[in-house]
């Protein structure tokens, strides 16, 4: 079992990594912070009493899960914003060629503020992005993923790896050249 302590210190240790998980997801910070602050309060609740071993994997599920009810709250809360709107306007009245699309304003950097086109060149980006990180080396893969994915520093990283932390700078090291030359092949400089 946990002691209080440990749930302490996990929680501690895994708020800024769940956090950047839960901001790539949805792309606002307020909802990252509600989305971690969730899931830290769920597994304290429920999980408090596990033992310290299984921390990690029940909070990775719980993080997930709440993403998830994020989403789904979020599309449930825009059909009726879509479905009210014409009431709260008054049908028949002197704006019946209102138009929801033209009075929008998405937010400065937000995905609705881009184009079609700069979101497609962005999703094919991401892609290729991917394709080449699965592209390389196991162990390359794994330290470039835990140290800039999951903002593992290189101890931690060299730890789970059960190697040298000159193991994982080298292997980060020649990740991100064969990442960078790879790219650039396919005319794409970050």
């Avoid at 309060?41 to 899960?65: H, N, S, V, W």
């Avoid at 979020?74 to 002197?94: A, H, I, M, P, Y």
């Avoid at 290189?154 to 193991?167: D, N, W």
Wanted: glycine share 4%; aromatic share 8%; charged share 30%.
């Amino acid at each position: 079992m946990a002691t209080d302590k440990e749930l302490n210190d996990f929680l501690a240790n895994v708020e800024r990594r769940a956090f950047k998980q839960a901001v790539y997801a949805v792309r606002k910070d307020e909802s990252a912070l509600d989305i971690v602050q969730d899931a830290m309060i769920k597994l304290a609740e429920k999980y408090g009493d596990k033992p310290a071993a299984e921390l990690p994997m029940l909070f990775q599920r719980i993080l997930q899960t709440t993403i998830l009810d994020y989403f789904r709250r979020e599309k449930v809360r825009n059909t009726w914003v879509s479905l009210f709107s014409g009431f709260s306007r008054g049908e028949g009245g002197d704006d019946d060629d209102f138009d929801i699309l033209a009075s929008y304003e998405a937010e400065e950097g937000s995905a609705a503020a881009e184009s079609s086109a700069d979101q497609i060149e962005r999703e094919q980006t991401l892609r290729l992005i991917e394709e080449e990180v699965q592209k390389l080396p196991t162990r390359q893969r794994e330290a470039f993923l835990m140290r800039y994915w999951q903002d593992m520093d290189v101890a931690e990283t060299a730890e789970a790896m059960g190697c040298s932390e000159g193991s994982v700078k080298t292997h980060c090291s020649r990740a991100t050249h064969a990442l960078a030359a790879a790219l650039k092949a396919k005319g794409i400089t970050l």
